[in-house]
């Protein structure tokens, strides 16, 4: 059972935008950057976002992340029927951060 | 450009061993530390254990302690994990990722993943 917990699932319509929360503590999100991964049907996960907010070369800057607390939120605006995936926050946990933790997956709908 | 391949999944008994392999190429792998991540079919993301770039530190899940072993040889560029007495829940399809530090980092870049199914 995961530490981080995210919304099940979220839609909308093209070109509309999306946000997706992850919900950890002091012990994960609270005192470690956060990333988060994209899933495309039947393919290996990708980077997103690192270190809260920054986007790895190649990604959009349609795509966001921020952090306050112990909570994340990415970001996905202009939405298209490419992003419709799976998405999964990440970051190390524990009082040493000797364990990786991801969320429990958000799942994204363009109606 | 990176490129990590997975390989040794397939269709095993449950109770019995099996050791999947990852051979990295396109980075200094000796300087990276690598992770090993699981999905069962239909289900979320679970990390399952991280090594170190000179393979002296290793973590991994506390339910998987003393059935799962992550190693590396980075004069192969490779990295390995050794599953023992596999069980039906074991069944996922495992990537290998690359870490972004030495010392683990966050997963980065991903291989494709190999399928591991446990069945009588």
């Known amino acids: 059972q995961s530490v981080l917990t995210q919304p099940p699932s979220v839609s909308a319509a093209p070109g509309q935008k999306v946000t997706i929360s992850c919900s950890g503590s002091?012990?994960?999100?609270?005192?470690?950057?956060v990333s988060w991964y994209q899933q495309l049907p039947g393919t290996a996960p990708k980077l997103l976002i690192y270190?809260?907010?920054k986007r790895p070369s190649g990604i959009p800057d349609r795509v966001s992340g921020s952090k306050s607390g112990t909570s994340a939120t990415l970001g996905i605006t202009g939405l298209q029927t490419g992003d419709e995936a799976d998405y999964y926050c990440?970051?190390?946990?524990?009082?040493?951060?000797?364990?990786?933790?991801f969320g429990t997956g958000t799942k994204v709908t363009v109606l | 450009q990176v490129q990590l391949v997975e390989s040794g999944g397939g269709v095993v008994q449950p109770g019995t061993s099996l050791t999947l392999s990852c051979a990295a190429s396109?980075?200094?792998?000796?300087?990276?530390?690598m992770h090993w991540v699981r999905q069962a079919p239909g289900k979320g993301l679970e990390w399952v254990a991280v090594?170190?770039?000179?393979?002296?530190?290793?973590y991994q899940l506390d339910s998987l302690k003393g059935q799962f072993t992550i190693s590396r040889d980075n004069s192969k560029n490779m990295v390995f994990l050794q599953m023992n007495s596999l069980r039906a829940e074991d069944t996922a399809v495992y990537y290998c990722?690359?870490?972004?530090?030495?010392?683990?980092?966050?997963?980065?870049?991903w291989g494709q993943g190999t399928l591991v199914t446990v069945s009588s």
């Open positions: 002091s012990s994960n999100i609270g005192t470690n950057y």
């Open positions: 270190d809260d907010n």
């Open positions: 990722a690359r870490g972004s530090s030495f010392s683990g980092g966050r997963p980065e870049y």
């Open positions: 990440g970051t190390w946990d524990g009082s040493l951060s000797t364990h990786y933790v």
């Open positions: 396109g980075f200094t792998f000796s300087a990276s530390g």
């Open positions: 090594i170190w770039s000179g393979g002296t530190n290793t």
